[in-house]
């Protein structure tokens, strides 16, 4: 099983990035692919995670309306467009994949790990 976590970079507030999470080794379309993001001395969160199957979504509150998470089957890739970045968005970004029940039952909840596969991270950071 393989997540490779691209994109991230240095913007300036205000800014864009787009995330890609190329996975392999399982069969897509039976998982949910969630972003989450960790910053320095800050327990690990949720961003964004999609249903392969059915194209459900989730949010975490401080990023709706700014963040957009799409899925290309055909590619086995989930990307995560970061519009009107902030400061304190600058985190390392994880992509992860669980079963979807398991989204849908578990996503939000603080300091729980619920996914079963976790790829490297990829630095994002938002100069002020």
């Known amino acids: 099983v393989q997540l490779q976590a691209s994109g991230g970079g240095l913007v300036q507030a205000g800014g864009s990035l787009r995330l890609s999470c190329a996975a392999s080794?399982?069969?897509?379309?039976?998982?949910?692919i969630g972003w989450f993001r960790q910053a320095p001395g800050k327990e690990r969160e949720g961003v964004s995670c999609?249903?392969?199957?059915?194209?459900?979504?989730y949010y975490a509150d401080s990023v709706k309306g700014r963040f957009t998470i799409s899925s290309d089957n055909a590619k086995n890739t989930v990307y995560l467009q970061m519009n009107s970045l902030k400061p304190e968005d600058t985190a390392v970004y994880y992509c992860?994949?669980?079963?979807?029940?398991?989204?849908?039952?578990?996503?939000?909840?603080?300091?729980?790990?619920?996914?079963?596969?976790w790829g490297k991270g990829t630095l994002v950071t938002v100069s002020s």
């Open positions: 080794g399982f069969t897509f379309d039976d998982y949910a």
């Open positions: 992860a994949a669980a079963q979807p029940i398991t989204i849908a039952t578990m996503w939000g909840r603080p300091g729980k790990n619920y996914m079963d596969y």
């Open positions: 999609i249903s392969s199957s059915d194209g459900s979504t």
